[in-house]
């Protein structure tokens, strides 16, 4: 009876070093699981902030984009603008040389009549004196 209860004494202080030892080892695997999940959610904290600055610059760039966009259309439209101006001055300018050349051609036939009824006017003057 003593040799079996020594048995038996000797399973249940095995069976209690390796529940002891299960027990420490699920105590350990508890601790890194939950070191491991501290480490997780630090991670994805530092990975969200990480991530509204990236939006933030990102919202930052297109805002730049857009206005620089914008202001690509305002210059472009100024261009063009520009373009027509320049397109109506060249207009005028040859408006203007003809209308020029028009009245040196009108200032020609003038002078000509003029001269032509000076002539006239002084051999009338020369006949009237004659006579």
Request: hydrophobic share 30%; aromatic share 4%; proline share 0%.
């Amino acid at each position: 009876a003593n040799l079996q209860q020594d048995i038996l004494n000797a399973r249940d202080e095995k069976h209690s070093l390796e529940i002891s030892s299960l027990r420490t080892q699920l105590l350990e695997a508890l601790e890194s699981r939950e070191r491991d999940y501290a480490i997780r959610q630090k991670s994805e904290e530092e990975l969200k902030s990480r991530i509204s600055e990236l939006s933030v610059k990102a919202e930052a760039l297109e805002l730049a984009i857009n206005t620089e966009r914008t202001k690509s259309g305002e210059l472009s439209e100024l261009f063009h603008k520009c373009e027509e101006l320049e397109t109506e001055m060249n207009r005028r300018e040859r408006d203007f040389i003809e209308q020029l050349n028009e009245v040196e051609i009108n200032k020609q036939i003038v002078f000509s009549e003029l001269t032509d009824t000076i002539m006239e006017q002084e051999k009338k003057l020369i006949e009237y004196k004659e006579e």
